[in-house]
């Protein structure tokens, strides 16, 4: 089973890819970790796309294609995730089109709805462990005093990405409604989306997504 994962940032795609990963075999293709990674090697690709991501602004598609394109193993694993791709109505026609060469389809888009202003809140208290990338939000669950991550168990540095600002975020969110939101009534009216209320809390949401994966 292949799904999209859609929403503004910090509507919570990444906390709900990971636990469909630990509990259904499935495979998480975010492109945001992905440029992040490129960016932190310091490949050619990843010195080029810093001063994008850290405005808050899209990465070309054709960068993003290519990413997705080479990490699509056709046939693995309990299916795809996709998250934080598509973007843009040319990747959502590609992303069509890559999964149809591999045979595969894609079989739901979650939108998760969370209002503007929870979305800033949310970023702006949000921070990653370096090491197994759990997120941790300072108001609703703060980093454990004693600084040993609660999911990989170690005691690693704790960190704010630099496109977490609140500056960075409007041009995030401006981004997202000028060339992501138009994805809604395009896959609508392909009849493969559903709408989820994203602000519930994490349990709450994850009984959603499973509540459209078991139907
Ligand atoms: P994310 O981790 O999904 O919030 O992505 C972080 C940043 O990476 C975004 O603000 C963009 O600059 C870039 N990015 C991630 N995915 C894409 C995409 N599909 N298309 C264009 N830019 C992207």
């Known amino acids: 089973m292949n799904i999209i994962l859609l929403g503004p ?6 906390t709900q890819a990971h636990h469909l990963v630990a509990t259904r075999d499935m495979i ?18 990843g010195k080029r796309v810093a001063e994008v991501m850290a405005r ?3 990465v070309t598609d054709e960068i993003v294609i290519g990413l ?8 693995k694993g309990g299916g795809f995730i996709f998250d934080g791709f598509p973007r843009t109505l040319p990747q959502a026609d ?7 060469e591999c045979g595969e389809t894609l079989d739901a888009v979650i939108e998760m709805q969370v209002d503007d202003e929870a979305l ?21 669950k703060p980093i454990p005093a004693d600084g040993v991550c609660t999911k990989c168990g170690e005691a690693h540095e ?5 496109d977490d600002n609140e500056e960075a975020l409007r041009n995030r969110l401006m981004e997202y409604y000028k060339k992501t939101s138009p994805l809604v009534g395009y896959y609508y009216a392909k009849d493969m989306l559903s709408r989820i209320n994203g602000l519930g809390s994490v349990k709450d949401v994850q009984g959603s997504i499973a509540a459209i994966l078991d139907r």
């Open 9 to 14: 940032p910090g509507a919570g795609k990444g």
């Open 56 to 58: 808050g602004e899209l």
């Open 68 to 75: 997705i394109r080479e990490k699509l193993e056709c046939g």
């Open 28 to 45: 998480q293709l975010s492109t945001g970790d992905m440029l992040r990674e490129a960016k932190d090697s310091g490949t050619e690709m």
């Open 94 to 100: 590609a992303l069509g089109q890559l999964l149809s």
């Open 158 to 162: 704790f960190t704010r990405r630099a």
């Open 120 to 140: 800033v809140d949310r970023i702006t208290a949000r921070s990653t462990c370096s090491n197994c990338g759990e997120v941790y939000n300072d108001n609703t």
